[in-house]
C-alpha cells in the first residue's frame, strides 16, 4: 500500500507562480509512473503531467505545456510540479497519482493511488 500526501496549494494571481509537492510512503517500488491530475467542481478529473520515476521521461497535457514543470527526488520519493504564468482556467484542485507500471498513460482510471488533493486559485 503506497499512501501520497501532495501540498503546496494557494491563491496566486494572474501570471503567479506555485509548486506542489507529492510525497510516497509505503512499498514505492519501480518501475511506475507519478502524475499530476486536476479537477472542477462537477467536472472530469483531467491529466496535467506525468513522469516515469525509473528513467525521468516527463510529459504534459496540452494546456500546460511551456508553463509546467514535473520533477522528481529519488531519495525522497517525491514528486513536484512547479506551476508558472498560472492563469484563472487552472484553477482547480490538483491530485498527485501513481500507477502500477511505467507505461506513459494519461488516463485516471490506470492510476491506482491518490493523494487527497490541494487546492489552487488563480484570481485575476
Known amino acids: 500500500q503506497v499512501q501520497l500526501v501532495d501540498s503546496g496549494g494557494g491563491s496566486v494571481h494572474v501570471g503567479g507562480s506555485l509548486r506542489l509537492s507529492c510525497a510516497a510512503f509505503?512499498?514505492?517500488?519501480?518501475?511506475?509512473?507519478m502524475a499530476w491530475f486536476r479537477q472542477v467542481s462537477g467536472r472530469e478529473r483531467i491529466f496535467v503531467a506525468g513522469?516515469?520515476?525509473?528513467?525521468?521521461?516527463?510529459y504534459y497535457g496540452d494546456s500546460v505545456k511551456d508553463r509546467f514543470t514535473i520533477s522528481k527526488d529519488n531519495a525522497k520519493n517525491t514528486v513536484y510540479l512547479q506551476m508558472n504564468s498560472l492563469k484563472p482556467e487552472d484553477t482547480a484542485v490538483y491530485y498527485c497519482?501513481?500507477?502500477?507500471?511505467?507505461?506513459?498513460?494519461?488516463?485516471?482510471?490506470?492510476?491506482?493511488?491518490w493523494g487527497q488533493g490541494t487546492q489552487v486559485t488563480v484570481s485575476s
Open positions: 513522469i516515469t520515476w525509473s528513467s525521468g521521461y516527463t
Open positions: 509505503g512499498r514505492t517500488f519501480s518501475p511506475y509512473v
Open positions: 497519482a501513481r500507477s502500477m507500471t511505467d507505461v506513459i498513460t494519461t488516463r485516471p482510471y490506470q492510476f491506482t493511488d
